[in-house]
């Protein structure tokens, strides 16, 4: 099934000037014909061409359905972007083929990247949303102070993932409660501040580690997202 990004699907049923490229010009598609589009919020809708345009296929929508989750909680993933952005587009990729909820980059003060154009990275997850035949586009923050991240009120469990050795170290796998909502917090190539895992840990966030490996930074992230989803679904 090919499915077709369309968020203002009631407001105007018209695709916009790439799908319609595509939909047109690369699968020849014409009118009369019918196609699949998403909402990125959960609804999926079954429309007819009424007009072929290959800057604004226009659209009728026959039938529709509100597709649940296939994960049972929110996962939010809190990461320091790396110096490549290559990782960063990968990470953000997979994860979104796995089923994630929100991303949220943030600058620490070891961060080799202080600021994140997020407009690619929203194609990315669009493109990954629609290939995994997902209908939840996950949200995507600017970029973030570690510090508001970690003195906001948030549910469910907070996990930061540290490298150092004097703080004690949980395993994720063996804390994490299937089911219950997570946050995930993932540092820069330097690791977090001495600073910054007191403020963690003065606000109730869990150090773990991922593992006895030593990961980068965007498999790390990857690592942490495939874990909660293995563990939820030991659970069905």
Known sequence: ?????????????VLPPTESGHCIRV????????????????????CTILEAHPKHVSLQIESQEL???NWPCNITLAFAPTKNLDRIEWLAEKCTEMGIDTFIPVRCSRSERKELKT???EKILISAMKQ???TYLPALHEMT???DVLTAPIAGQKFICYCGAEIERRELCKEYIPGSD?????GPEGDFSPEEIELALAHGWLPVALGSSRLRAETAGMYA????????QRQL
């Open 145 to 147: 102070p570690l510090k």
């Open 132 to 134: 995994s035949l997902k």
């Open 27 to 46: 699968l020849r598609m014409k009118e009369g014909d019918e196609i699949v589009c998403i909402d990125g919020r959960g609804g999926r809708y079954r």
């Open 1 to 13: 099934m090919i499915q077709f990004y369309l968020p203002t699907i009631h407001e105007s049923p």
């Open 67 to 69: 597709i649940e989750r």
């Open 225 to 232: 997202v495939a874990a909660i989803h293995a563990i939820n």
């Open 119 to 121: 407009e690619r990275i």
């Open 182 to 186: 997570a946050t995930v917090l993932i």
